[in-house]
């Protein structure tokens, strides 16, 4: 959970030349977006589509965390 996504986090600040993290949700109600968003993340704009499966495509949104 949150806990994880911090260290991740952390883990990639501390990286020589990381600036920027990227996560993808998918559009649909009950996505991690908000999740995401309490933990730095803003939308950058980016979409992409994903095959999931025999089912079909997903849309995905893209949002991004910067580094200073």
């Known amino acids: 959970g949150r806990s ?7 883990r990639y600040k501390r990286r020589p ?3 920027v993290l990227t996560t993808f949700v998918a559009e649909r109600e009950g996505n991690a977006e908000a999740f995401y968003r309490k933990l730095g993340f803003e939308r950058d704009g980016r979409q992409q589509m994903n095959q999931i499966g025999m089912a079909g495509h997903t849309k995905h ?3 991004v965390t910067r580094f200073n």
């Open 61 to 63: 949104k893209s949002l």
């Open 4 to 10: 994880a996504m911090e260290q991740v986090i952390a």
């Open 17 to 19: 030349g990381a600036y």
